[in-house]
């Protein structure tokens, strides 16, 4: 093969290094690697696996992959297609489903555009913490109830687990569960340690901890959802370089692999995404490069893959502040002498709304936060500010005093936001939905909670009926936008989750 550049490892190495010195020898840690066809270029480690034994973090400390789980998932749909269809809908195989929901096809379900709510944000809109232990039979039970969608299935892209726990959960039913298949096709032939558990705290050889930072001092993690295929595998960064470079080698039982966890999705109109099956698109300038991250409570995780040379790099930590992209884009820059795209600036700092409906966007320099998820823009020219990202599509220029453009892929016209409106009075009162879930609003304040867990969470004012408020869970942080749809009717939006109601019951 005949590389485009000449690849410059020891640059790559460099600013690994360089982007990785907040892994103290006294704190969390994590681990980075280079690699291609040949082997591992280099490696580079920091930090400790646990902070009750200070053991030093290496490139065989084993973490949770999260995310990183999904193209893993998508290679076993696409070898059991004689079983399950990309094109097949998820009622074929969950006839418990209503629609819409049971309408989204297998391939939407897997591809971020089936509109499908995010079940852990659907759960944190009810009141359920991200420590709540949940079980997979019961949270099925609780999304064949649901009968919104996020937006309408090949109209949007956005970022959702509950696709892949679907999916999973058909396989399940016709005798596959994915472990079986993660050791049976990988693992085994591979010779490496991989494991997909169901719940958290299900026994992992050699898994360490995970930390987050209060502000104070370092917590251990914790999460009760069960997790599902959409994010359960786990293993080291040397692992999952022995499972890419298989894939990138495209021989024996993974030929071809790659491409089709790669292949071009579409939206329902033709347009393609950059998000594939578990795999996402990242650009330096016209060079497209195939990866994807991964978030658990207390471990971040990223790769990025060059399927024209065969380079890649792996990024793992147990510590919620790493950022793996910035890791691994940035090396990938160095190690192909190609330039980061130059951060946006000029779109207007402040809140913007659209005329109708929840949808928000608040921009603090090149930082672009819409429904509570943030992005960094960049310059796209003539104006144009992008996020440069498939997994969560953002291209917005100025319009007067608006913003106009597509938020994943939907055509969005903001408006600057009210901010300054008071909260009216005859919000006060007590919410409930249809699952049990209730809040309060008195004075201009949301009251979640019972006893110690209570909590008071103050609204600010958007206009016409949308109000912000922020919501502290463990190691994250949301904002929760309520959306007042009538005098007695409202519901509770983030970014993955859309469509949760509360009606008026005092």
């Not at 558990?197 to 901890?209: A, F, H, M, R």
């Not at 996402?280 to 207390?298: D, Y």
């Not at 979640?448 to 463990?474: E, H, K, V, W, Y």
């Amino acid at each position: 093969m005949t590389n485009p550049v000449p690849l410059d490892w020891q640059a790559a190495e460099a600013t690994a290094k360089h982007l990785t010195t907040q892994w103290a020898a006294d704190e969390p840690g994590g681990a980075v690697i280079g690699f291609d066809a040949s082997g591992i270029c280099f490696s580079h480690a920091g930090g400790v696996e646990s902070l009750a034994t200070f053991t030093p973090f290496t490139v065989d400390s084993v973490v949770r992959y999260a995310s990183l789980t999904k193209h893993v998932f998508s290679a076993m749909v696409l070898a059991h297609h004689d079983i399950i269809g990309l094109g097949d809908t998820l009622g074929q195989h969950l006839p418990e489903l209503r629609p819409p929901l049971a309408n989204v096809t297998v391939g939407q379900a897997l591809d971020m555009s089936g509109g499908l709510p995010d079940t852990r944000e659907c759960l944190s809109l009810l009141g359920l913490s991200v420590y709540t232990e949940t079980k997979a039979g019961p949270l099925l039970d609780y999304i064949s109830r649901l009968e919104r969608l996020n937006f309408d299935a090949g109209s949007e892209v956005s970022y959702s687990n509950t696709g892949y726990r679907l999916v999973e959960a058909a396989l399940e039913r016709k005798g596959f569960p994915f472990d079986d298949f993660v050791q049976r096709q990988i693992a085994g032939p591979l010779g490496i340690g991989l494991k997909a558990p169901d719940t958290w705290n299900d026994p992992i050889k050699g898994l360490v901890p995970g930390y987050w930072q209060s502000g104070e001092s370092w917590q251990l993690s914790a999460a009760g959802l069960h997790i599902s295929a959409s994010g359960s595998l786990t293993g080291s960064a040397k692992a999952l370089v022995i499972w890419l470079q298989a894939v990138l080698n495209d021989e024996g039982d993974f030929a071809g692999l790659l491409d089709r966890l790669q292949a071009a999705r579409v939206l329902a109109d033709g347009r393609p995404t950059g998000y594939g099956l578990g795999l996402r698109k990242s650009w330096l300038g016209a060079r497209a490069f195939v990866g994807h991250g991964g978030s658990h409570p207390g471990y971040k995780t990223y790769f990025l893959l060059d399927p024209e040379t065969q380079a890649g790099f792996v990024v793992v930590s147990n510590r919620e502040d790493t950022n793996g992209h910035k890791i691994a884009l940035e090396s990938m820059a160095a190690l192909t002498g190609l330039a980061l795209p130059v951060p946006a600036s000029d779109l207007g700092d402040g809140f913007y709304v659209t005329e109708t409906g929840p949808w928000w966007v608040e921009i603090k320099g090149s930082t672009c936060t819409y429904l509570d998820a943030d992005e960094t823009l960049y310059d796209d020219g003539e104006g144009w500010a992008s996020s440069r990202s498939a997994s969560s599509p953002v291209r917005l220029r100025r319009d007067g005093p608006a913003l106009v453009g597509e938020v994943g892929h939907a055509a969005r016209r903001f408006l600057p936001a009210r901010t300054g409106e008071s909260v009216p009075a005859s919000l006060s009162g007590v919410w409930r939905s249809d699952e049990g879930a209730e809040f309060a609003i008195d004075n201009g304040t949301v009251v979640m909670g019972i006893g110690p867990i209570r909590q008071a969470l103050a609204l600010s004012s958007l206009g016409s009926g949308r109000f912000l408020f922020t919501l502290n869970d463990g190691p994250w942080v949301k904002r929760i936008c309520l959306h007042l749809l009538g005098p007695d009717r409202l519901e509770l939006v983030t970014s993955r989750a859309r469509m949760i109601e509360f009606r008026r019951s005092a």
